[in-house]
Protein backbone atom coordinates (compact mmCIF):
# COMPACT_ATOMS: atom_id res chain seq x y z
CA UNK A 1 0.00 0.00 0.00
CA UNK A 2 2.75 2.60 1.04
CA UNK A 3 4.73 1.73 -2.22
CA UNK A 4 1.53 2.55 -4.52
CA UNK A 5 0.90 5.61 -2.68
CA UNK A 6 4.91 6.64 -3.04
CA UNK A 7 4.57 5.42 -6.77
CA UNK A 8 1.10 7.99 -7.32
CA UNK A 9 3.03 10.54 -5.72
CA UNK A 10 5.59 9.95 -7.55
CA UNK A 11 3.55 9.81 -11.03
CA UNK A 12 1.42 13.14 -9.69
CA UNK A 13 4.58 15.54 -9.15
CA UNK A 14 6.07 14.77 -12.45
CA UNK A 15 2.57 15.31 -14.58
CA UNK A 16 2.55 18.24 -12.53
CA UNK A 17 6.34 19.65 -13.42
CA UNK A 18 5.99 18.40 -16.99
CA UNK A 19 3.06 20.45 -17.56
CA UNK A 20 4.62 23.66 -15.88
CA UNK A 21 7.38 23.37 -18.16
CA UNK A 22 6.13 22.59 -21.29
CA UNK A 23 5.66 25.49 -22.48
CA UNK A 24 8.79 27.09 -21.46
CA UNK A 25 10.44 23.99 -23.03
CA UNK A 26 8.16 23.93 -26.57
CA UNK A 27 8.77 27.89 -26.64
CA UNK A 28 13.04 26.77 -25.84
CA UNK A 29 12.83 24.57 -29.36
CA UNK A 30 10.89 26.69 -31.15
CA UNK A 31 13.24 29.36 -30.65
CA UNK A 32 16.75 26.88 -31.33
CA UNK A 33 14.78 25.97 -34.58
CA UNK A 34 13.93 29.38 -35.39
CA UNK A 35 17.81 30.24 -35.23
CA UNK A 36 18.46 26.72 -37.34
CA UNK A 37 15.77 27.63 -40.08
CA UNK A 38 16.96 31.73 -39.85
CA UNK A 39 20.71 30.39 -40.74
CA UNK A 40 19.11 28.62 -43.77
CA UNK A 41 16.25 30.42 -45.43
CA UNK A 42 15.93 33.55 -42.55
CA UNK A 43 12.13 34.39 -41.41
CA UNK A 44 9.47 36.00 -42.98
CA UNK A 45 9.03 39.01 -40.57
CA UNK A 46 8.26 42.54 -40.43
CA UNK A 47 10.94 45.22 -39.52
CA UNK A 48 9.83 48.66 -37.85
CA UNK A 49 11.85 51.32 -36.08
CA UNK A 50 10.31 53.99 -34.54
CA UNK A 51 11.68 57.49 -32.79
CA UNK A 52 10.85 58.83 -28.97
CA UNK A 53 7.42 59.48 -29.65
CA UNK A 54 6.65 55.92 -30.98
CA UNK A 55 5.73 57.21 -34.40
CA UNK A 56 7.03 54.83 -36.99
CA UNK A 57 10.33 55.83 -38.72
CA UNK A 58 10.57 53.04 -41.64
CA UNK A 59 8.89 49.95 -42.00
CA UNK A 60 10.81 46.67 -44.07
CA UNK A 61 7.94 44.05 -44.92
CA UNK A 62 10.40 41.10 -45.63
CA UNK A 63 11.16 37.50 -46.71
CA UNK A 64 14.45 35.55 -46.04
CA UNK A 65 15.43 37.70 -42.87
CA UNK A 66 18.07 37.10 -41.06
CA UNK A 67 19.26 38.86 -37.89
CA UNK A 68 22.74 38.60 -36.12
CA UNK A 69 25.10 41.27 -34.15
CA UNK A 70 27.87 43.29 -36.36
CA UNK A 71 30.44 41.80 -34.32
CA UNK A 72 33.17 44.26 -35.77
CA UNK A 73 31.79 46.40 -32.49
CA UNK A 74 32.56 43.66 -30.08
CA UNK A 75 34.73 44.33 -26.74
CA UNK A 76 36.73 41.48 -26.31
CA UNK A 77 39.50 41.28 -23.73
CA UNK A 78 43.52 40.12 -24.35
CA UNK A 79 42.28 36.49 -24.82
CA UNK A 80 39.52 37.20 -26.69
CA UNK A 81 36.22 36.73 -24.40
CA UNK A 82 33.21 39.24 -25.33
CA UNK A 83 33.11 41.43 -22.56
CA UNK A 84 30.95 44.09 -23.86
CA UNK A 85 28.11 42.95 -27.01
CA UNK A 86 27.90 45.04 -30.07
CA UNK A 87 24.93 47.22 -30.36
CA UNK A 88 24.95 47.03 -33.92
CA UNK A 89 22.23 44.51 -35.75
CA UNK A 90 23.16 43.56 -38.84
CA UNK A 91 20.01 42.20 -41.23
CA UNK A 92 20.37 40.46 -44.61
CA UNK A 93 16.64 41.05 -46.28
CA UNK A 94 16.18 38.73 -49.35
CA UNK A 95 20.13 38.64 -50.02
CA UNK A 96 20.35 42.58 -49.24
CA UNK A 97 22.09 43.71 -46.29
CA UNK A 98 21.04 46.41 -43.52
CA UNK A 99 22.54 47.55 -40.77
CA UNK A 100 21.06 49.41 -37.55
CA UNK A 101 21.86 51.08 -34.16
CA UNK A 102 20.26 53.59 -31.83
CA UNK A 103 16.65 53.87 -32.41
CA UNK A 104 13.84 51.42 -30.76
CA UNK A 105 13.43 48.55 -33.14
CA UNK A 106 10.95 45.74 -33.48
CA UNK A 107 10.75 42.38 -35.75
CA UNK A 108 8.08 40.40 -35.84
CA UNK A 109 7.65 37.21 -37.65
CA UNK A 110 4.79 36.92 -40.57
CA UNK A 111 1.60 36.42 -38.39
CA UNK A 112 1.87 37.73 -35.24
CA UNK A 113 -0.57 41.05 -35.12
CA UNK A 114 0.23 44.24 -33.19
CA UNK A 115 -2.85 45.22 -31.59
CA UNK A 116 -1.89 48.24 -31.00
CA UNK A 117 -1.70 49.41 -34.26
CA UNK A 118 -5.20 47.77 -34.59
CA UNK A 119 -6.06 49.84 -31.45
CA UNK A 120 -4.78 53.27 -33.03
CA UNK A 121 -6.59 53.13 -36.05
CA UNK A 122 -9.25 53.96 -34.39
CA UNK A 123 -8.44 56.00 -31.26
CA UNK A 124 -6.36 58.79 -30.47
CA UNK A 125 -3.39 57.68 -28.94
CA UNK A 126 -2.37 61.31 -28.12
CA UNK A 127 -5.43 61.89 -26.64
CA UNK A 128 -6.20 59.31 -24.03
CA UNK A 129 -8.11 60.21 -21.06
CA UNK A 130 -5.71 60.39 -17.86
CA UNK A 131 -8.28 58.86 -15.89
CA UNK A 132 -8.13 55.06 -17.07
CA UNK A 133 -5.31 53.16 -17.61
CA UNK A 134 -4.17 53.34 -21.06
CA UNK A 135 -3.43 49.48 -21.29
CA UNK A 136 -7.24 48.81 -19.88
CA UNK A 137 -8.58 50.84 -22.55
CA UNK A 138 -6.99 49.23 -25.44
CA UNK A 139 -7.80 45.55 -24.13
CA UNK A 140 -11.24 46.87 -23.97
CA UNK A 141 -11.72 48.34 -27.42
CA UNK A 142 -9.65 45.25 -29.14
CA UNK A 143 -11.46 42.37 -27.06
CA UNK A 144 -12.05 40.71 -30.51
CA UNK A 145 -7.99 40.13 -30.07
CA UNK A 146 -7.20 39.58 -26.98
CA UNK A 147 -10.75 37.15 -25.90
CA UNK A 148 -8.92 33.86 -24.99
CA UNK A 149 -5.31 34.68 -24.73
CA UNK A 150 -3.14 34.20 -21.54
CA UNK A 151 -0.43 36.87 -21.64
CA UNK A 152 0.27 40.28 -22.96
CA UNK A 153 3.41 42.21 -23.75
CA UNK A 154 3.06 45.50 -23.77
CA UNK A 155 6.44 47.60 -25.43
CA UNK A 156 7.44 51.27 -24.92
CA UNK A 157 10.20 53.73 -26.28
CA UNK A 158 12.72 54.49 -24.55
CA UNK A 159 10.92 57.57 -23.15
CA UNK A 160 7.82 55.42 -21.95
CA UNK A 161 5.42 55.96 -24.90
CA UNK A 162 3.50 52.52 -25.95
CA UNK A 163 4.47 52.17 -29.58
CA UNK A 164 3.38 48.06 -29.85
CA UNK A 165 1.28 45.54 -28.02
CA UNK A 166 1.36 41.70 -28.83
CA UNK A 167 -0.93 38.86 -27.32
CA UNK A 168 -0.69 34.85 -26.81
CA UNK A 169 -1.12 31.82 -24.98
CA UNK A 170 2.29 31.20 -24.39
CA UNK A 171 5.25 33.53 -24.18
CA UNK A 172 9.22 33.05 -23.46
CA UNK A 173 11.99 35.63 -23.67
CA UNK A 174 15.65 34.66 -24.48
CA UNK A 175 19.08 36.40 -24.44
CA UNK A 176 20.06 37.51 -27.78
CA UNK A 177 23.73 37.98 -29.00
CA UNK A 178 22.87 41.96 -29.26
CA UNK A 179 23.07 44.51 -26.68
CA UNK A 180 19.95 46.03 -25.48
CA UNK A 181 17.77 43.33 -27.09
CA UNK A 182 15.32 40.98 -26.07
CA UNK A 183 13.96 37.58 -27.84
CA UNK A 184 10.86 36.07 -27.54
CA UNK A 185 8.44 32.71 -28.48
CA UNK A 186 4.56 34.00 -28.62
CA UNK A 187 2.82 31.26 -29.56
CA UNK A 188 5.46 29.57 -31.55
CA UNK A 189 6.71 33.02 -33.61
CA UNK A 190 9.17 34.99 -32.97
CA UNK A 191 9.36 38.48 -31.82
CA UNK A 192 12.73 40.77 -32.02
CA UNK A 193 12.94 43.98 -29.27
CA UNK A 194 15.56 46.19 -29.16
CA UNK A 195 16.53 49.41 -27.18
CA UNK A 196 12.78 49.23 -25.78
CA UNK A 197 10.87 48.99 -22.80
CA UNK A 198 8.12 46.33 -21.97
CA UNK A 199 6.30 44.51 -19.88
CA UNK A 200 4.82 40.99 -19.92
CA UNK A 201 1.30 40.83 -17.95
CA UNK A 202 -0.74 38.01 -17.24
CA UNK A 203 -3.98 38.53 -18.78
CA UNK A 204 -5.92 37.99 -15.50
CA UNK A 205 -4.64 41.06 -13.83
CA UNK A 206 -7.12 43.03 -16.56
CA UNK A 207 -10.16 40.97 -15.86
CA UNK A 208 -12.33 41.50 -13.34
Known amino acids: MMKKTKLALIVGIIVITTTVLSGCIFNWFDNELGKMMEAFRGRDAIIQTYDEDSNIIDRINGRSISIKADDTFEITDEKGNVISKSPVIKFTVGGKEMLHVGSSLILAEKGLPNVFEEYAKTNDVKNQDRSVPFLNQMLNEVKNYTVGM ?11 KPLATYVGNSVSHFATDIDKSTGLIVDGQYLFIYRCD ?3 YDMKLFKN
Not at 150 to 160: A, E, P, V
Open 198 to 200: YTI
Open 150 to 160: NKIILIRSQTG
